[in-house]
């Protein structure tokens, strides 16, 4: 027998529903993967899910209460058995703080071209790395000649998204996502290089470009330079300022900042919106179109929090500027902090995107500007130490390198750091081109990014690190 699809689960957990509003939220997903190891594929694999969740929402004297339950692999007949779990859990909550109507038809923005609400749930599969895998065995090949090792793995998942609420509303998404991590080291292993690509279908990962980097940065480790900590002129690369500037992001909620907790609190109350962080003119935005970068363009919320709320599920969302001419313009806003804040809201959105005008130069370009400096590939173990200041400690990883009169002339020992990504914008002496670019450590979370290499003066090596 077929078992109905994650529409149908929608519409059948909407028709259980008793006595209140209701979201549903029906995601069908599948993956596929591909890991490798001294240049040979070791496994691959494919998986499948479903998970439902449903909101009762719960009108009474003090306000709106919510219940949500979320299953995954759930059976059609246990649908309404959900929901009355869902609406018991409401009946015994406390009121939600962040109460609002539910969003109808005419918030939820123009339908996005592609599969409609009947449509089957897309899916992936192995075919996708058809291509990928073609060329990473002329990889495998090329690195044993050279006496290289290759390490990594591929990764590729499609997720389609089914939500509806008692308003009526009805929509739906399919998000493709991919990454690939390629760590490539000499034959002692004494030296390590790596390089990463985010992708929505594998067809723009271009192996042999990633191989001959990581050879390039190899050939580059065979002179070791030892350095003391401290403040250098530091090239960062696309990925390491991905991930410097998706800790930004996280840490940009205007509930946190109304209430004093964050870097962009204002002193004496209010948040810093408004405020020029630096003279650069840069741009950090998000967009929901974003070529290559596509994400949901409406809100999913499978529960409340700080950032988010439930009751926002099926809010359009529109190209938003975080920070617009190196000035803060936008915080991450629900519809309830946006009733507290004053501003408009701005809800989160699954890509980033920074630019700066003039940057049209590659890492390679920045590297030929600069007198004497780092050159950082990739970051790695990155925590908060200060929400006031987002003063943030990491290390360095598979790449650090002494730049010397425009060259690259050698590697340098990993380092650990201490750095405010919002303090770096003001220390900002150069930048290239915005591209695609995989963060390191938020990449289990956060792959649609386009960054630039930046050149920051005075960027903080605190401490030597042993890591390798």
């Given at each position: 027998?077929?078992?109905?699809?994650?529409?149908?689960?929608?519409?059948?957990?909407?028709?259980?529903?008793?006595?209140?509003?209701?979201?549903?939220?029906?995601?069908?997903?599948?993956?596929?993967?591909?890991?490798?190891?001294?240049?040979?594929?070791?496994?691959?694999?494919?998986?499948?899910?479903?998970?439902?969740?449903?909101?009762?929402?719960?009108?009474?004297?003090?306000?709106?209460?919510?219940?949500?339950?979320?299953?995954?692999?759930?059976?059609?007949?246990?649908?309404?058995?959900?929901?009355?779990?869902?609406?018991?859990?409401?009946?015994?909550?406390?009121?939600?703080?962040?109460?609002?109507?539910?969003?109808?038809?005419?918030?939820?923005?123009?339908?996005?071209?592609?599969?409609?609400?009947?449509?089957?749930?897309?899916?992936?599969?192995?075919?996708?790395?058809?291509?990928?895998?073609?060329?990473?065995?002329?990889?495998?090949?090329?690195?044993?000649?050279?006496?290289?090792?290759?390490?990594?793995?591929?990764?590729?998942?499609?997720?389609?998204?089914?939500?509806?609420?008692?308003?009526?509303?009805?929509?739906?998404?399919?998000?493709?996502?991919?990454?690939?991590?390629?760590?490539?080291?000499?034959?002692?292993?004494?030296?390590?290089?790596?390089?990463?690509?985010?992708?929505?279908?594998?067809?723009?990962?271009?192996?042999?470009?990633?191989?001959?980097?990581?050879?390039?940065?190899?050939?580059?480790?065979?002179?070791?330079?030892?350095?003391?900590?401290?403040?250098?002129?530091?090239?960062?690369?696309?990925?390491?300022?991905?991930?410097?500037?998706?800790?930004?992001?996280?840490?940009?909620?205007?509930?946190?900042?109304?209430?004093?907790?964050?870097?962009?609190?204002?002193?004496?109350?209010?948040?810093?919106?408004?405020?020029?962080?630096?003279?650069?003119?840069?741009?950090?935005?998000?967009?929901?179109?974003?070529?290559?970068?596509?994400?949901?363009?409406?809100?999913?919320?499978?529960?409340?929090?700080?950032?988010?709320?439930?009751?926002?599920?099926?809010?359009?969302?529109?190209?938003?500027?975080?920070?617009s001419g190196g000035r803060l313009s936008a915080l991450v806003q629900t519809r309830y902090s946006a009733g507290l804040s004053g501003l408009a809201v701005t809800p989160a959105v699954d890509n980033l995107i920074m630019e700066v005008p003039g940057g049209s130069q590659s890492v390679a370009g920045l590297v030929a500007g600069t007198r004497r400096g780092l050159l950082v590939s990739c970051l790695w173990y990155i925590r908060e130490v200060d929400p006031q200041t987002l003063l943030l400690t990491g290390l360095t990883r598979d790449g650090v390198y002494l730049v010397e009169n425009g060259e690259v002339t050698g590697a340098v020992h990993n380092f650990?750091?201490?750095?405010?990504?919002?303090?770096?914008?003001?220390?900002?002496?150069?930048?290239?081109?915005?591209?695609?670019?995989?963060?390191?450590?938020?990449?289990?979370?956060?792959?649609?990014?386009?960054?630039?290499?930046?050149?920051?003066?005075?960027?903080?090596?605190?401490?030597?690190?042993?890591?390798?």
């Amino acid at each position: 027998m077929t078992r109905p699809g994650p529409q149908e689960d929608v519409e059948r957990a909407l028709q259980a529903a008793r006595g209140g509003d209701c979201v549903v939220i029906a995601e069908e997903s599948s993956a596929a993967n591909l890991r490798w190891a001294g240049n040979t594929l070791t496994t691959n694999g494919v998986s499948r899910a479903r998970r439902l969740t449903v909101i009762a929402l719960r009108g009474g004297p003090g306000g709106t209460s919510t219940g949500i339950v979320s299953r995954t692999g759930v059976p059609s007949g246990e649908i309404p058995a959900l929901v009355a779990e869902a609406e018991r859990a409401a009946t015994s909550a406390p009121p939600a703080p962040d109460a609002q109507p539910l969003a109808g038809a005419g918030q939820a923005g123009p339908r996005a071209a592609g599969p409609g609400w009947d449509d089957p749930a897309a899916s992936t599969g192995p075919a996708v790395f058809s291509a990928f895998a073609s060329e990473l065995g002329d990889a495998f090949d090329a690195a044993g000649a050279a006496g290289r090792r290759l390490y990594g793995f591929a990764e590729h998942s499609m997720t389609s998204v089914f939500l509806g609420n008692s308003a009526g509303l009805r929509l739906r998404h399919d998000q493709p996502s991919g990454k690939a991590e390629l760590n490539a080291k000499s034959a002692d292993l004494s030296r390590s290089a790596w390089a990463g690509a985010a992708t929505r279908d594998f067809a723009d990962v271009a192996v042999a470009d990633l191989h001959a980097r990581l050879a390039t940065e190899l050939d580059w480790a065979a002179r070791k330079v030892a350095l003391p900590p401290g403040r250098y002129e530091t090239l960062l690369s696309p990925s390491a300022v991905a991930d410097l500037y998706i800790f930004l992001y996280w840490a940009a909620g205007a509930k946190d900042a109304l209430d004093g907790r964050t870097v962009f609190s204002r002193p004496g109350g209010g948040t810093r919106v408004g405020e020029q962080l630096t003279s650069v003119p840069l741009t950090l935005r998000g967009d929901p179109g974003a070529a290559g970068l596509q994400c949901a363009p409406f809100m999913i919320a499978h529960s409340s929090d700080r950032e988010m709320s439930v009751f926002d599920n099926g809010l359009a969302l529109h190209p938003t500027e975080w920070i617009s001419g190196g000035r803060l313009s936008a915080l991450v806003q629900t519809r309830y902090s946006a009733g507290l804040s004053g501003l408009a809201v701005t809800p989160a959105v699954d890509n980033l995107i920074m630019e700066v005008p003039g940057g049209s130069q590659s890492v390679a370009g920045l590297v030929a500007g600069t007198r004497r400096g780092l050159l950082v590939s990739c970051l790695w173990y990155i925590r908060e130490v200060d929400p006031q200041t987002l003063l943030l400690t990491g290390l360095t990883r598979d790449g650090v390198y002494l730049v010397e009169n425009g060259e690259v002339t050698g590697a340098v020992h990993n380092f650990r750091f201490n750095e405010s990504p919002v303090k770096m914008l003001a220390r900002i002496t150069g930048a290239g081109a915005s591209v695609p670019a995989l963060p390191r450590e938020c990449s289990d979370d956060f792959v649609r990014a386009a960054m630039p290499p930046l050149r920051i003066d005075g960027f903080n090596m605190s401490s030597v690190s042993q890591a390798s």
